[in-house]
C-alpha cells in the first residue's frame, strides 16, 4: 500500500512537471522558428521581436496572481484550466494568418502560462512532505527546465524544417496539443484538489496596473524604432513611466491598509535584493537577447538550415545542464566566486564570437563558442536566485520569490526590444544587403555592456552561503 502510494506521487510529479516543459520549450523553440515565422505571417521585424517579448510579458504581468489563484480557489482546478488555456491558445498561435492575430494570441499564451506553471511548485509542496523527498522532486524539476530547453531548440529546428500539409513553423505550436491534452485527462483523473485559502482576495486591480504599465513600455520599445519613434511611441513611454509610479502608490496604500498586493513593496527596503533584482534585469536581458540574435544570425547570415541551427545549439543546452548541477554544489562552498567565473566565462565566448562568427568560420568552432556560452550561463543563471535571496527574511520569501520570477520575465522582454532592436535597427541600415555580421557584432557588444553590470551587481552581494 505504501509503495502505490509512493508511486501515486512521483506519477503525479511527471503530470505537473508538463507545465514548466511546456513554457520553456515555447520559449526556446520559437527561436529556431523566427525566421520562417516572419515570412509566414509577413511580420515586420518589430513585430516579430514581439513574438516573443508578448509571451513573456504576459507571463511577467499575471505570475505572482497565478500562484495566488491557486491558493485562492484550488490548485487542480488552476492547473487545469490554465492549461486548457495554455493549448487552446498554442493552437491559435498555430493558425494564425497575420502578425497581429499572432502576437494577441501569443500574448493570452503567456498568461495561461502564468497560471500553470506556479502550480507545479506548489503541488510539489504539497506532495512531497519528506523533505529529501522535497528535495529530489525540486531537483527533477530543475532538470525538466534544462531538458526543455534542449527539446525546444532541436524539436523547433525539426519540425520547421518538416513540410507536412501545414507550414513546418505552424508545427511548433501544434505540438503543445497532444501533451496537453494528456496533461489535461491525467490532472482531471489522478490529481487531488488542495485546501483553499480564502483569507485574503486577489489583488485584480494591481495585476492589471501592472499589465498596462508594461505593455505601453514593451510595445513602443519593440515597434517604435522601425516606425521612426513617432508620436504615439513616445506617448506610451511616459505613460509606462506615469502608470508604474502609480502601480507602486498603488501597492503601497494597499500595504498601508492590510489589503492583498501583488507585490510587497516592504522588500525593496533590503539592500541584496535591490542589487539581486538589478543582476537578474541585466542578465535576463543579455541572455535572451542573444538566443534571438544568434538563432537569426546563424539563418539569416550564414544560411544555416533552422535544423541545423537547432544542432549548432545542442551543446550549449547540454553544457548548460552540467554546469548547472554542479553550480548547485559549489556554490555553497565558494558563494559568488561561482557566479564571477561564470560570467568571465561569458566574457571569452562572447569575445571569441566577436572575433570569428564570420562566414568563413568552421562549424567546428561556432558550436564549441556557443557551448562556452552555454557552460558560464549554467554557473549564473540557475544560483543567481540563490544569491540574491539569500539575506532575504522568511516571512518574504515566497513574495520575493514571485517578485523575481515577474522581474525575471519582464528582463527577458525588455532584452528582446532593447537588444534585439540594437540588432535589427544595424541590419536595417543596409536594407538592400542586410548586414547581420556587423549586426551580431554591435548586439553582442551591448550584451557585454550588460554583462559588466551584472558582474559589479554580483560583487556588491554578499561573499557567500552561510549552511
Not at 348 to 361: A, G, H, N, P
Not at 411 to 422: N, P, Q, T
Amino acid at each position: 500500500m505504501k509503495n502505490s502510494i509512493l508511486k501515486s506521487r512521483w506519477f503525479a510529479l511527471i503530470i505537473v512537471l508538463t507545465a514548466p516543459l511546456l513554457y520553456v520549450i515555447d520559449i526556446f523553440i520559437i527561436n529556431m522558428a523566427i525566421s520562417d515565422i516572419q515570412k509566414g505571417v509577413h511580420a515586420t521585424n518589430g513585430e516579430v521581436q514581439l513574438v516573443i517579448a508578448g509571451y513573456l510579458l504576459g507571463s511577467a504581468s499575471f505570475l505572482i496572481t497565478g500562484g495566488r489563484a491557486g491558493d485562492y480557489l484550488g490548485r487542480k482546478k488552476i492547473f487545469f484550466w490554465g492549461m486548457f488555456f495554455f493549448t487552446l491558445t498554442s493552437c491559435l498561435c498555430g493558425m494564425s494568418q497575420t502578425a497581429v492575430e499572432l502576437n494577441i494570441t501569443r500574448f493570452f499564451q503567456g498568461i495561461s502560462s502564468a497560471f500553470m506553471v506556479p502550480q507545479s511548485i506548489a503541488f510539489i509542496q504539497v506532495l512531497f512532505t519528506d523533505q529529501k523527498e522535497r528535495a529530489k522532486a525540486i531537483g527533477w524539476y530543475g532538470i525538466t527546465l534544462s531538458i526543455a530547453a534542449i527539446i525546444g531548440q532541436i524539436l523547433g529546428g525539426y519540425l520547421v524544417s518538416t513540410h507536412f500539409a501545414i507550414a513546418g513553423w505552424r508545427l511548433i505550436f501544434f505540438i503543445n496539443l497532444p501533451v496537453g491534452l494528456f496533461s489535461l485527462w491525467a490532472i482531471r483523473k489522478y490529481l487531488k484538489e488542495t485546501e483553499q485559502k480564502i483569507d485574503k482576495a486577489f489583488d485584480y486591480s494591481g495585476a492589471f496596473i501592472l499589465t498596462i504599465s508594461l505593455a505601453c513600455l514593451i510595445v513602443p520599445l519593440t515597434l517604435g524604432r522601425e516606425a521612426g519613434w513617432p508620436l504615439w511611441s513616445i506617448g506610451l513611454l511616459f505613460l509606462a513611466i506615469i502608470i508604474g509610479a502609480y502601480f507602486i502608490y498603488d501597492q503601497k496604500n494597499k500595504l498601508k491598509l492590510g489589503k492583498f498586493s501583488l507585490i510587497d513593496i516592504e522588500l525593496f527596503g533590503i539592500r541584496e535584493f535591490n542589487i539581486g533584482l538589478l543582476a537578474v534585469l541585466f542578465h535576463f536581458m543579455l541572455h535572451t537577447a542573444y538566443l534571438l540574435m544568434s538563432a537569426v544570425y546563424l539563418q539569416k547570415g550564414l544560411h544555416l538550415t533552422a535544423m541545423d541551427c537547432g544542432l549548432y545549439f545542442l551543446p550549449h543546452a547540454v553544457l548548460f545542464m552540467i554546469s548547472s548541477v554542479a553550480a548547485s554544489k559549489l556554490i555553497v562552498k565558494y558563494g559568488k566566486k561561482v557566479l564571477q567565473a561564470g560570467l568571465f566565462i561569458i566574457l571569452i565566448s562572447f569575445v571569441l564570437q566577436i572575433l570569428f562568427f564570420k562566414s568563413y568560420t568552421s562549424g567546428v568552432v561556432m558550436i564549441l563558442t556557443i557551448g562556452l556560452y552555454g557552460l558560464g550561463n549554467g554557473l549564473v543563471l540557475p544560483s543567481l536566485l540563490t544569491m540574491a535571496l539569500k539575506n532575504v527574511p522568511v516571512k518574504f520569501a515566497g513574495t520575493a520569490s514571485g517578485t523575481f520570477s515577474t522581474f525575471q520575465q519582464t528582463a527577458s522582454a525588455l532584452g528582446i526590444s532593447i537588444i534585439g532592436g540594437v540588432f535589427y535597427y544595424v541590419v536595417s541600415q543596409h536594407s538592400s544587403h542586410p548586414d547581420y555580421f556587423k549586426a551580431f557584432d554591435y548586439g553582442l557588444s551591448a550584451n557585454i555592456i550588460c554583462l559588466a553590470i551584472v558582474a559589479v551587481m554580483i560583487y556588491l552581494l554578499p561573499k557567500a552561503i552561510k549552511n
